[in-house]
């Protein structure tokens, strides 16, 4: 079982990368091997403070209402959807989703080389990813040499989907072999011990319930019989 899991190197949150390493006898969460050549991390990405700054910019124009989905549980991925992420008008969602897309260019340019150390962990051990917060598909790109990779993509925001799209095509990433779910972290809708990784970058910063969000990845991801 893998999961990983990248924040900005000053996120209070995680390590720049946390491995789930899961056996028959044992289970762990452990930092990247030190006896292994350490990666080089970026500097601080002030991308969270941006996610942040664009809903703080717009939320006068916006009924939104807090979110309570610690307090009230539910196994349907709908209405927790709509609990964590409240409908927005299609408007605001386009606008985050384009300026997500338009503003995290030159990260992403920045951080490819640290980002493709840690995807090459992936191929040949995983063919079925779950991507919480896939965005508008930065991460794609890194999938598109495996074809047989199937990557299941969580964003909350739908109109995220046709970036993610155009972003798997741009790479050669087969239509087949993505699959965009319009969900939350905290209620994904796949079934238990149906992937083999969980990949998260700069998203649990976004996460209403981090907690929860977790847990659920850890059902949802198989386990190595070794």
């Known amino acids: 079982m893998a999961l990983l ?11 720049p990368l946390a491995s789930l390493k899961t056996t028959q006898n044992n289970s762990s969460l452990a930092a990247v091997n030190k006896q292994q050549p350490s990666l080089p ?11 942040h700054f664009l809903e703080a910019a ?3 124009f916006l009924p939104i ?7 009230l549980p539910s196994d349907d991925y709908s ?4 609990r964590v992420h409240p409908p927005r008008p299609d408007w605001y969602e386009e606008f985050y989703a384009s300026s997500m897309d338009s ?6 340019a920045e951080i490819a080389g640290y980002k493709s150390q840690i995807f090459r962990k992936l191929k040949g051990n995983a063919k079925r990813v779950l991507e919480l917060g896939i965005g508008t598909g930065p991460n794609l790109e890194y999938y598109a040499d495996n074809k047989e990779v199937q990557v299941f993509g969580v ?12 972003a798997a095509a741009a790479v050669g990433l087969p239509s087949k072999n993505f699959q965009f779910i319009e969900a939350v972290a905290e209620a994904v809708p796949l079934d238990d ?3 083999d990784a969980v990949v998260g970058t700069l998203v649990l910063c976004s996460v209403k319930d981090v907690n929860m969000a977790l847990k659920g990845a850890f059902s949802i991801v198989r386990l190595f019989k070794t």
């Open 5 to 15: 899991l990248h924040q900005s190197p000053a996120s209070p949150l995680l390590q």
């Open 193 to 195: 011990a149906s992937v």
């Open 79 to 82: 209405d927790m959807l709509n």
């Open 155 to 166: 964003d909350p925001n739908k109109k995220m989907e046709t970036y993610a799209r155009a």
């Open 41 to 51: 991390v970026p500097r601080f990405c002030s991308c969270c403070g941006r996610r």
């Open 58 to 60: 717009t939320a006068a």
């Open 103 to 108: 503003g995290m260019k030159s990260y992403e």
């Open 65 to 71: 209402l807090p979110s309570n989905a610690s307090s």
